[in-house]
Nanobody, 113 residues
Framework: QVQLVESGGGLVQPGGSLRLSCAASGSIFSLNPMGWYRQAPGKQRELVAQITRYGITNYADAVKGRFTISRDNAKNTVYLQMNSLKPGDTAVYYC???????WGQGTQVTVSS
């Protein structure tokens, strides 16, 4: 049973940056791929970025070149660096450990002028 806690969300102007963190408990963190997902009002939850234990990444087309996912296995933490934020990035962002039922509580990201 892995516990995931996100932090770092908030209100930012278009073009700004935020860095999300996900702190995880449990020894399996170092073995499983991790992902960031988001859900905007009236929309389905969608994949933003994923990273394997070896650092192999993939991104949704909408965030390629702007977002960077990374992980520190020793610290049981995964990050999402978000640059050049757009109003369309507004959503609740969730951390997820693949192949488990473990999700974080979500952190709100609002991009607005």
């Amino acid at each position: 049973q892995v516990q995931l806690v996100e932090s770092g969300g908030g209100l930012v102007q278009p073009g700004g940056s935020l860095r999300l963190s996900c702190a995880a408990s449990g020894s399996i963190f170092s073995l499983n791929p991790m992902g960031w997902y988001r859900q905007a009002p009236g929309k389905q939850r969608e994949l933003v970025a994923q990273i394997t234990r070896y650092g192999i990444t993939n991104y949704a087309d909408a965030v390629k070149g702007r977002f960077t996912i990374s992980r520190d296995n020793a610290k049981n933490t995964v990050y999402l660096q978000m640059n050049s934020l757009k109003p369309g990035d507004t959503a609740v962002y969730y951390c997820h450990q693949l192949h488990t039922a473990d999700w974080g509580q979500g952190t709100q990201v609002t991009v607005s002028s």
